[in-house]
């Protein structure tokens, strides 16, 4: 059974602090990407990497960067929350070529206060 | 511009048929997603069309034509359990797997 696994479920944390939300894939995919999902906004990408250390900026990158140093992990970095960064974050990943769907991990609700 | 317009919510009862519609203007067109996902979960897929025509998949189906940039998902014999959102997601032909999903169909589906 294919699996995304995402390192927490629930996250707090004070504005300011480093925060690392960690993905992991076990289906050897090339690409993997973070969304953030907010209400009325839908699924936002926020970096995706197409294979390990390569990495491309989405739609929203200000304010995240990210790691991917084995092709099976995926972390996301928020250098110093900001309440603006509270939100659910997905991880997803897909095997390249196109038309290939993308699996998602159980999300993580994060909270800045 | 990229943009996916989708209704924000629908409803419909046990048994019934429902379409959910999904329009979308964007740069290149290179394939078309549906996703379903209930509340608190992750998005599932349920499926992928590039070329025109109707792909049926037991209960559910998706349309696509792409001259219109329009693409419905046809769920049939609606159960309880169809409660969900519905994403619809385009994959921009700028030769990556990025996909560019809409805000989302909330669907809720009444006895």
């Not at chain 1, 990495?55 to 970095?77: A, C, Q, T």
């Amino acid at each position: 059974d294919v699996k995304v696994t995402q390192s927490s479920r629930y996250l707090v944390k004070r504005t300011g602090e480093k925060v690392f939300l960690e993905c992991v894939q076990d289906m050897d995919h090339e690409n993997m990407f973070w969304y953030r999902q907010d209400p009325g906004l839908g699924l936002r990408l926020i970096y995706f990497s197409y294979d390990v250390k390569m990495k491309e900026k989405g739609d929203i990158p200000e304010g995240y960067s990210v790691s991917r140093e084995k092709k099976e992990r995926f972390s996301l970095i928020l250098e110093s929350a900001s309440t603006n960064q509270t939100s659910m974050y997905l991880c997803a990943s897909s095997m390249s070529g196109g038309g290939y769907e993308q699996y998602f991990g159980p999300g993580t609700r994060l909270t800045v206060t | 511009g990229q943009n996916i317009d989708q209704p924000t919510e629908m409803t419909a009862t046990e048994g019934a048929i429902v379409q959910i519609n999904c329009t979308y203007q964007t740069s290149g067109f290179n394939g078309l997603f549906w996703y379903q996902q209930h509340a608190g979960e992750a998005p599932t897929f349920l499926s992928y069309n590039v070329l025109d025509g109707l792909e049926e998949k037991g209960r559910f189906s998706s349309f696509l034509s792409r001259s219109k940039g329009y693409s419905y998902l046809l769920l049939k014999e609606l159960q309880m359990k169809d409660s969900a959102s519905y994403l619809c997601a385009v994959r921009d032909l700028d030769n990556t797997d990025k996909l560019i999903f809409g805000t989302g169909t909330r669907l809720q589906v009444f006895p």
